[in-house]
């Protein structure tokens, strides 16, 4: 019998996969086109508090071609914001990979449409332990509690990921415990002994190292280099029956993700500051000024199949999804994004994804 964790891992990934059946169902009945009402040239989208998303940046850059963007409240996690644009209730939504891959597993009708976020030597989530824990290598993680955000999402696949390359077998591997825990809560839980591992990204890792006692046993930028980990994803009909509007705001945030690396960090920090001043949502700017980079690799954020691939592999390797199920073409499209790709040059992806 498999550990009991292991078991509350499956039911969360069929939970998901039911959620995302039903969002096909709602998008299949007309929900996608829910739009009544709402201007052509208007994106609905969820945002992240105390965060500038690419696609908000592009808005303020005047990147969106006339387009302008209605936000409707904040997501609360990114499983949930495709949930939303495939379900209607909003434009465009983004989350992990390996999230999109579930949903086209599920025959949900949407598609990739460009790259958001990912990794780069700037932006990277770490798995760090107290100074003096005796927990050295993957195999002292054996009966050991590691603390994300979210099951089943980025982190638990750098864990997988991390694991496997160390050597565990995959029953080893079911023995290291995974709790879901909100992300302002894990450098606390760590200190206090609650959990043995946490996983810490961008503001909380840069603040939990400031405070001390604290070291790395990896991080995603260890583990597979550069790479686009996210993609923004909108509904069929929608990209059918908007294919302006379509173009206009993926085009945009791809101009907007190259504004980001070849502009100075400082400046492109103070404009986020003022962009979140501005829509006046009560938030706070001091995690802005960790800023480093959005982490996407490809210039423009551009899509490439193996960054989609790679969470098939692993997503199959869980039992989430049954081998065959999604056809890697099927899932994303690049022609919606019409930048040139003869840019100021960008860090070069890390294609290697062998030992995933």
């Known amino acids: 019998m498999r550990p009991r964790h292991f078991r509350r891992r499956e039911l969360l990934a069929l939970t998901g996969l039911t959620t995302l059946a039903a969002a096909t ?19 609905r989208y969820q945002g992240w508090a105390g965060t500038v998303t690419p696609a908000e940046l592009a808005e303020d850059l005047g990147y969106l071609d006339g387009l302008s963007l209605k936000w409707v409240g904040n997501t609360t996690s990114g499983p949930q914001d495709i949930q939303a644009a495939a379900a209607g209730d909003t434009d465009f939504g983004g989350a992990f990979n390996g999230a999109v891959v579930k949903m086209a597993a599920a025959k949900a009708p949407v598609k990739a449409v460009i790259s958001y976020y990912g990794v780069d030597k700037e932006r990277f989530s770490g798995f760090y332990v107290r100074e003096n824990s005796p927990i050295r290598t993957a195999r002292d993680l054996i009966g050991r509690k590691v603390a994300m955000n979210t099951l089943g999402a980025h982190a638990e696949a750098m864990l997988d990921t991390y694991l496997k390359r160390e050597g565990l077998s995959i029953e080893e591997a079911d023995q290291v415990e995974r709790i ?17 591992v946490a996983v810490l990204g961008d503001i909380l890792r840069d603040k939990a190292l400031e405070h001390g006692g604290l070291r790395a046993l990896t991080d995603d930028h260890r583990l597979l280099g550069t790479f686009s980990a996210g993609t923004y994803v909108m509904a069929d009909r929608y990209l059918e029956q908007h294919p302006r ?7 945009g945030v791809g101009r907007a993700l190259d504004w980001s690396r070849r502009t100075p960090r400082d400046e492109v920090v103070d404009r986020m500051v003022r962009i979140v001043r501005r829509r006046d949502r009560s938030e706070d700017t001091a995690p802005l000024r960790y800023w480093r980079s959005y982490g996407v690799a490809d210039p423009v ?8 691939s790679l969470w098939v592999r692993w997503l199959e390797r869980r039992g989430d999804i049954k081998a065959d199920r999604v056809y890697i073409p099927d899932i994303y499209t690049n022609r919606f994004n019409t930048n040139r790709l003869d840019k100021a040059p960008v860090p070069t992806p890390a294609r290697d994804r062998s030992g995933s």
């Open 245 to 251: 509007q379509a173009r206009a705001f993926v085009t």
């Open 301 to 308: 954020g551009r899509i490439a199949p193996d960054e989609l």
């Open 180 to 196: 879901a825990l909100p992300p302002v809560n894990t450098e606390q839980s760590l200190r206090k002994g609650h959990i043995d």
């Open 25 to 43: 169902t709602a998008a299949g009945c007309g929900r996608a086109s829910g739009r009544e009402g709402v201007p052509a040239d208007t994106i």
